[in-house]
């Protein structure tokens, strides 16, 4: 069975770059989830989506971070523009409702940004 | 007080000892638990659900203590492939129901 599918695995970028994630969350869930983890911070919930609506957007750091998901197959996390300490690892997960049900999580994108 | 908290670690057992680790959470009317384990630059990945009445599965049993708002995971006979992160679970009825993840607790397991 396919499971969450994120694109890319590694991003390298120069400072000021714009940056796109993908991810493509298991068929058939209804909530997808963006975190992104670092050593200092831990694993953080940036936004969610329940039935391709945001519901909670509160873990979006500011204005330079932005999510959509225009169908129940894709969603993409963009940062415009990219800062050196948007470095981490970012993950995707999906699940089947939002509160009581376990997430499935993609494989991450590690970003770095120069 | 965090939403979920655990001790960092890391605990240093030898191959084929129990270990126990504890996670407290803040929200009283949390009705759903998971314990997920994360490999080094992997991602997290379920291990099991936690039941009220305290479920098992292999090694691993966890149990849900509603009154002092904490659950535990007990690994027994360890063994070396078990070394990894555990995270610490537990959904937040606040409006949006979500899942907040703890920081983790670090496991190394020695020959």
């Known amino acids: 069975d396919a499971g969450v599918i994120q694109s890319p695995r590694h991003e390298v970028t120069e400072m000021g770059q714009e940056v796109t994630l993908r991810c493509k969350p298991i068929s058939g869930h209804n909530s997808l989830f963006w975190y992104r983890q670092t050593m200092m911070r831990g694993l953080e919930l940036l936004i969610y989506?329940?039935?391709?609506?945001?519901?909670?957007d509160s873990g979006m750091p500011e204005d330079r971070f932005s999510a959509k998901m225009p169908n129940a197959s894709f969603s993409t996390l963009k940062i415009q523009p990219s800062e050196p300490r948007d470095s981490a690892v970012y993950f995707c997960a999906s699940s089947l409702g939002a509160g009581s049900q376990p997430q499935h999580f993609g494989d991450g994108t590690r970003l770095s940004i120069l | 007080r965090k939403e979920v908290e655990q001790d960092p670690g890391p605990f240093n057992v030898p191959e084929g000892a129990t270990v126990a680790f504890n996670c407290t959470y803040s929200?009283?009317?949390?009705?759903?638990f998971f314990w997920y384990r994360q490999d080094c630059r992997k991602e997290p990945k379920l291990l099991m659900s936690?039941?009220?009445s305290g479920n098992e599965d292999g090694r691993f049993t966890a149990q849900l203590n509603r009154a002092s708002q904490y659950i535990s995971l007990l690994i027994r006979d360890s063994k070396l492939s078990d070394s990894a992160t555990y995270l610490c679970?537990?959904?937040?009825?606040?409006?949006?129901?979500?899942?907040?993840f703890g920081t983790g607790t670090r496991l190394l397991v020695s020959p």
């Open positions: 936690v039941y009220s």
């Open positions: 989506f329940n039935n391709n609506v945001p519901i909670d």
């Open positions: 929200n009283s009317a949390s009705q759903s």
């Open positions: 679970v537990v959904n937040m009825n606040t409006g949006f129901q979500k899942l907040v």
